[in-house]
């Protein structure tokens, strides 16, 4: 052994009284005080919770915020967002505009104080706002620490008040202009390249927020531009969250005609409520405090659960013949254990959940989940109240919907039978892995791929030509089950399903789900490029959506992309992933009369060599990542794209026709 490699001897305990040993790397010169801003530039993701896509728009969010919490305190009716040329984004309103007079503890203006103070803004005493989703004063000063650079106007009191800062610091004093004939703010900001690795905004992910908090107040006016496309966007619901139901049962085959809405304030606390049941199989749900997206639920979203299975249950009591009723069954003396669930109610909901609190406690800085105990109960006895009557004075709304929530219950208990016996089955063979797929031999996730191709041919492909220690592969036998149509029993009853999960490892279904289990962290869809692997496409994404969501929301989710066209001249061989790459190839080959043209419509059409050099190949092959980067329009789309109702999807299909590319039927 050489003596550079061994091993250093063990440094011994410090005796009692001996803390030289202990302290000698560890003094007063090893604590930082970040000033000012510097905290949020230091670590960004503790307020915005990132410094990806989410992050980026959250940085908007905070701005428009602001502007929404004038329009909720009565004080502003538009809210103008711009993208601008020069890749800055720009958000006005015409509210009171933010003050500018003295701030006396700090000697400075009232809007440099907010712009660079944390914990800063007149959201603390609820004297200025009611209701505001600003809970810990950061979210304007933060997009000033995370821009390039930021500029500030207000219109207030007869003047203009401008002020600019760069990377969160001021430049130079805030500067007045008599003569103003408009009150309102507007901030401007350039997202920095130093934080962010992207700092281009998207405009179908902006307008989709918008649109939400256009429904969210009704009244309000919401304009989005883009200036280079032109693009604008302009949205004003005055029907409020029922409004925002009717736009997401438009892809649905509703039980009842009108949305059922209420709204009703208690404690301090508004709860609005508006839902509709349709015969689908999965639920729509919606939950916002103060216009803030709780993606992560809460205390009201609990209440809101409760009281809706508290409510049916208590129907079903005072009607127990419905019990016996469900599918022609008489269930005797039993049917009165029998309760239904949730989950039960939940099977065909659509509903939005918004309400407003005066001091929300929200977990986190990026609010996805609230956390006020008391707000549980208010919820919950506001909902009950409402819906027991509502349900006893319409009969002709009950009843459809106690039957969809009966026929829930037996495939809920069907499924799980079905899931049993599945367990039993694997126990009993000794493997849970199915006997298609080809497995690789590294163990740790984080190292593994699975690759989930259509067709026997394409597997033995890919098969072969893959990386054996990393790469997984399971072909599928024909199309995958569309599941938006059908119920967990069959889902989980399904061949090709249980394949499916079983290779992925986690297991489906709200109680037997766990994302620790997986036993790959890429998941990768492979399909030919043509209208049937579209299709099988489809249909794994609408299956890991509705089953598996944990999976795209960890990023595990990929869709490879093969190549289109093989362009070969003499012994150059190039290719081609659209129609464009291939135009630029033969030019440079020296046009169509100079080459051979293969154009690849199956992945069985490769041989293992070439898969591998174009579509396996860590170093050469072009993923693209699964997200969801707004819920509400993801599961809009595949309700209309899988789904049962069909002149939406014609509407969608003749709309979006003409930008097809690569089309072969």
């Known amino acids: 052994m050489n003596e550079n490699d061994k091993p250093a001897e063990p440094v011994p305990p410090a005796k009692n009284g001996d803390s030289s040993l202990q302290t000698e790397d560890y003094s007063a010169k090893n604590i930082q005080v970040l000033e000012g801003l510097e905290a949020v530039r230091k670590r960004p993701g503790m307020y915005i919770g990132g410094t990806g896509v989410d992050g980026l728009h959250h940085l908007v969010w905070e701005a428009v915020d602001n502007s929404i919490d004038e329009v909720l ?27 500018v007079d003295i701030h006396q503890p700090t000697g400075k203006s009232a809007l440099e104080v907010i712009m660079t103070y944390l914990h800063s803004g007149g959201k603390f005493d609820k004297k200025s706002y009611k209701f505001s989703g600003g809970l810990h004063g950061v979210g304007i000063s933060v997009v000033n620490a995370l821009s390039e650079w930021l500029d500030v106007t207000v219109w207030r009191d007869g003047n203009t008040h401008q002020q600019s800062f760069r990377r969160g610091d001021p430049v130079g004093e805030m500067t007045v202009t008599a003569g103003a004939d408009r009150r309102g703010t507007k901030v401007r900001f350039m997202p920095d390249s130093q934080i962010f690795p992207i700092i281009e905004f998207n405009f179908e992910f902006l307008s989709r927020r918008l649109r939400e ?63 509709s049941y349709n015969d689908g199989y999965s639920e729509q ?235 790959y962290h890429k998941l990768v869809i492979m399909t030919d490029a043509d209208v049937d692997g579209a299709h099988i496409r489809t249909l794994l994404l609408t299956f890991f959506y509705r089953y598996m969501p944990e999976i795209i929301s960890n990023g595990y989710l990929f869709i490879a992309q093969p190549p289109l066209y093989k362009i070969k001249k003499n012994k150059d061989e190039r290719y081609a992933y659209s129609d ?66 069909v002149e939406p999807r014609r509407n969608f299909i003749s709309q979006y026709a003409k930008s097809v590319k690569n089309l072969d039927i």
């Open 285 to 519: 749900f919606f939950s916002y405090v103060n216009n803030i997206s709780t993606v992560d639920g809460g205390t009201h979203v609990i209440g809101f659960r409760s009281a809706l299975t508290k409510v049916f249950n208590d129907y079903l009591k005072k009607d127990p013949g419905l019990l016996g009723k469900e599918r022609g069954k008489d269930h005797g003396k039993e049917n009165k254990e029998i309760k239904v669930t949730t989950d039960d109610v939940r099977e065909g909901l659509i509903a939005v959940l918004s309400i407003k609190v005066p001091e929300p406690q929200f977990e986190g800085q990026t609010k996805g989940k609230l956390g006020n105990p008391e707000v549980r109960g208010i919820v919950d006895s506001v909902c009950v109240e409402f819906f027991a009557d509502y349900l006893e004075q319409n009969p002709m709304v009950a009843k459809p919907v106690l039957d969809k929530i009966m026929t829930s219950m037996h495939a809920r208990l069907a499924a799980q039978k079905a899931r049993e016996l599945t367990r039993r089955k694997t126990a009993l063979e000794g493997s849970s892995l199915p006997g298609k797929l080809a497995d690789c031999s590294e163990t740790d996730p984080k190292k593994c791929e699975l690759f989930i191709v259509e067709g026997n041919s394409a597997g033995g492909s890919a098969k072969q030509g893959r990386d054996r220690k990393i790469q997984a592969v399971l072909p599928l036998r024909g199309k995958i089950l569309n599941v938006e149509k059908t119920r967990l029993e069959r889902v989980v009853g399904n061949e090709i399903i249980q394949d499916l999960v079983a290779a992925v490892g986690t297991n489906i279904g709200k109680d037997d789900f766990n994302i620790a289990k997986t036993r």
């Open 580 to 645: 464009d790459e291939k135009d630029r190839i033969v030019a440079t080959l020296g046009g169509m009369d100079h080459v051979t043209l293969q154009r690849y419509k199956g992945l069985g059409e490769m041989n293992p060599e070439q898969l591998w050099e174009t579509t396996m190949n860590p170093q050469t092959r072009i993923f693209k990542k699964v997200r969801s980067l707004d819920a509400l329009e993801a599961d809009r789309i595949f309700s209309l794209l899988m789904g049962d109702k």
């Open 73 to 99: 305190g009565g004080h502003a009716t538009t809210v103008h967002v711009s993208m601008l040329e020069d890749g800055s984004l720009a958000v006005l309103d015409d509210g009171r505009g933010i003050p």
């Open 213 to 275: 908090l256009a429904f969210l107040n009704p009244g309000v006016k919401i304009v989005l531009r883009q200036k280079t496309t032109q693009k604008c966007h302009l949205f004003e619901y005055s029907g409020g969250i029922k409004s925002f139901v009717e736009y997401l049962s438009e892809t649905k085959t509703s039980l009842f005609r009108e949305v059922v809405n209420f709204q009703k304030e208690k404690e301090g606390v508004e709860v609005n409520v508006a839902l």
